[in-house]
Nanobody, 116 residues
């Protein structure tokens, strides 16, 4: 059974940093492109970044380029999202999934709130 568990969210002041983790189980993690999505209140879920299966291919949406870093550890079956220079517009629930995403893989997400 596929399971993706996000962690690392919290409340942070503008300009601060957080590191999200996504622990994967139930599938061959190293064979898949993986991604981070987020959903802000009243908005649709949007792609934040994706990473290739070996970690060498990375893509970010414009609004996080240069501030967020996606990475993965295929030995630990874990993906990460380092978020720096956070601003209130980054406030959302963050989810991990395969890329393209699979409906059955959505987890509970982790809340990130950027506020002073």
């Amino acid at each position: 059974q596929v399971q993706l568990v996000e962690s690392g969210g919290g409340l942070v002041q503008p300009g601060g940093s957080l590191r999200l983790s996504c622990a994967a189980s139930g599938f061959t993690f190293g064979d898949y492109y993986m991604s981070w999505y987020r959903q802000a209140p009243g908005k649709e879920r949007e792609l934040v970044a994706f990473i290739g299966s070996a970690g060498s291919i990375k893509h970010y949406i414009d609004s996080v380029e240069g501030r967020f870093t996606i990475s993965r550890d295929n030995i630990k079956n874990t993906m990460y999202l380092q978020m720096d220079a956070l601003n209130p517009e980054d406030t959302a629930v963050y989810y991990c999934n395969a890329y393209p995403p699979r409906q059955a893989y959505w987890g509970q997400g982790t809340q990130v709130t950027v506020s002073s």
